[in-house]
């Protein structure tokens, strides 16, 4: 069972930045970053394939987040600027065990507990 954990949530003003990290505890290959807004659904931002080679992005984020990893330290990020309050949410890093790039939530095979970002006006 492989384990994710979050770091780099916080507060921070409209108009700001802030970089997430996940950490993975073994292999994993498509990693992505789902949200989820007080009251609403689980949604997806961003997700990476296992080389890189292919990003996805939601249409809210696109231009604004940018996902990367680094397979050597089984991590990856998101690098979120131009925030506004509508990107507050609980940020989950989670994971496939398979090599096919699907980034749906249900597709996701590893989760980690999430970690808060929360965007003031």
């Known amino acids: 069972q492989v384990q994710l954990v979050e770091s780099g949530g916080g507060l921070v003003q409209a108009g700001g930045s802030l970089r997430l990290s996940c950490a993975a505890s073994?292999?994993?290959?498509?990693m992505g970053w789902f949200r989820q807004a007080p009251g609403k659904e689980r949604e997806f931002a961003a997700a990476?394939?296992?080389?890189?080679?292919?990003?996805d992005y939601a249409d809210s984020v696109k231009g604004r987040f940018t996902i990367s990893r680094d397979n050597a330290k089984s991590t990856v990020y998101l690098q979120m600027n131009s925030l506004t309050p509508e990107d507050t949410a609980v940020y989950y890093c989670?994971?496939?065990?398979?090599?096919?790039?699907?980034?749906?939530?249900?597709?996701?095979?590893?989760w980690g507990k999430g970690t808060l970002v929360t965007v003031s006006s």
């Open positions: 989670a994971a496939r065990k398979s090599v096919v790039h699907v980034t749906t939530v249900d597709s996701m095979d590893y």
């Open positions: 073994g292999r994993t290959f498509t």
């Open positions: 990476i394939s296992w080389s890189g080679a292919t990003t």
